[in-house]
């Protein structure tokens, strides 16, 4: 599976902050999204769009995914920027949308939380929390 490329969350902020055009798709569960936290872009005028790849509890991929990015009209020239906890699932969910005629889209490296650290412990090594980026508790 392909996609355009990888990015940093500090390079997704810089284009997110410059690009109308520019949308971050969190592809993380509503459970990660409930109790860790998500992306706020509110200082910028924007919302991140919430689609779940995987559907918790059994992780299985999400059928409806495309249909529900689809559905929300983003031009297909759009710089789409994907986000999970780690950077892993959102590899897949940007391959996926690039299947479906997306031109430009985009995994961001480290996720939300980021590697874990040497206790085991995600949010402090990597990712947009541990960048300082701004985010909310839900």
Same mark, same amino acid.
């Given at each position: 599976? !392909? #996609?355009?490329? /990888?990015?940093?969350?500090?390079?997704?902020? %810089?284009?997110?902050?410059?690009?109308?055009?520019?949308?971050?798709?969190?592809? &993380?569960? %509503?459970?990660?999204?409930?109790?860790?936290?998500? *992306?706020?872009?509110?200082?910028? /005028?924007?919302? =991140?769009?919430?689609?779940?790849?995987? $559907?918790? =509890?059994?992780? %299985?991929?999400?059928? @409806?995914?495309?249909?529900?990015?689809?559905?929300? /009209?983003? =031009?297909?020239?759009?710089?789409? #920027?994907?986000? *999970?906890? !780690?950077?892993?699932?959102?590899? !897949?969910? @940007?391959?996926?949308?690039?299947?479906?005629? #997306?031109?430009? *889209?985009?995994?961001?490296?480290?996720?939300? %939380?980021?590697? &874990? /650290?040497?206790?085991?412990? &995600?949010?402090?090594?990597?990712?947009?929390?541990? @960048?300082? $980026?701004?985010?909310?508790?839900?």
């Amino acid at each position: 599976m !392909s #996609y355009t490329g /990888d990015v940093t969350v500090e390079e997704t902020w %810089e284009i997110l902050t410059q690009n109308d055009k520019a949308v971050l798709i969190d592809v &993380r569960t %509503e459970v990660e999204w409930a109790f860790v936290g998500t *992306c706020d872009l509110s200082e910028i /005028d924007k919302a =991140p769009l919430f689609v779940s790849w995987q $559907l918790f =509890p059994h992780m %299985e991929i999400n059928p @409806a995914f495309t249909d529900l990015i689809m559905v929300e /009209d983003i =031009p297909k020239d759009s710089l789409l #920027y994907f986000l *999970c906890r !780690s950077g892993i699932r959102s590899k !897949s969910a @940007a391959a996926a949308i690039t299947q479906a005629g #997306y031109e430009n *889209c985009f995994n961001i490296l480290g996720g939300f %939380e980021g590697d &874990r /650290d040497h206790s085991g412990h &995600r949010g402090q090594t990597g990712g947009w929390k541990a @960048a300082g $980026l701004p985010w909310i508790q839900n």
